[in-house]
T-cell receptor, first 113, second 113 residues
């Protein structure tokens, strides 16, 4: 399974853009990169998923360089409600052997007024 | 109605007691997972099941057992609860036929005295 490394915590202010980078040096050919958001005492919820280049949805953007050894979650103009823990997961959703979806400790984002 | 439900939502029990946490889903997904989360830590995978006849150990299966009674139901048991099993437990589901995401239940807060 591809191991991921992310910063333990980040601070930001309302209205700023936040970029959280995840390293996954041994990502496999069929692996996708998925980001989740978790608020206290709630289950994680999906934010965005990508395989290569750039993916954008109404919540965030995901940038993946050509070598796919890292990825960056970009949250535009954060608000206080974006304070949460963000997890980066790497795996092949269709693979029997690798679809364990192992979560790390994530990145704790604190947004200040 | 929620797609993934967990019962009970909160439970306080004593050391040595047998406890069962239940998870039900209406999404028709074949894959189901149990995670535990300790304060300030990420989610750790306990068990996962790819279908009714397939059960697999995760990162921290010792002290736990599971039962997949039907495609929609996945139960987690603590045969003899101990205090260090005090945690927040999450059930999740996923569909192997797509790269779709995991869907998490609301969590069960278990306290073992």
């Amino acid at each position: 399974l591809a191991k991921t490394t992310q910063p333990i915590s980040m601070d930001s202010y309302e209205g700023q853009e936040v970029n959280i980078t995840c390293s996954h040096n041994n990502i496999a050919t069929n692996d996708y990169i998925t980001w989740y958001q978790q608020f206290p005492s709630q289950g994680p919820r999906f934010i965005i998923q990508g395989y290569k280049t750039k993916v954008t949805n109404e919540v965030a953007s995901l940038f993946i360089p050509a070598d796919r050894k890292s990825s960056t979650l970009s949250l535009p103009r954060v608000s206080l409600s974006d304070t949460a823990v963000y997890y980066c997961l790497v795996g092949d959703p269709r693979s029997y052997n690798t679809d364990k979806l192992i979560f790390g400790t994530g990145t704790r984002l604190q947004v200040f007024p | 109605d929620a797609d993934v439900t967990q019962t009970p939502r909160n439970r306080i029990t004593k050391t040595g007691k047998r406890i069962m946490l239940e998870c039900s889903q209406t999404k028709g997904h074949d894959r189901m997972y149990w995670y535990r989360q300790d304060p300030g830590l990420g989610l750790r995978l306990i068990y996962y099941s790819f279908d009714v006849k397939d059960i697999n150990k995760g990162e921290i299966s010792d002290g736990y057992s599971v039962s997949r009674q039907a495609q929609a139901k996945f139960s987690l048991s603590l045969e003899s609860a101990i205090p260090n099993q005090t945690a927040l437990y999450f059930c999740a589901t996923r569909d192997r036929r797509s790269t779709d995401t995991q869907y998490f239940g609301p969590g069960t807060r278990l306290t073992v005295l």
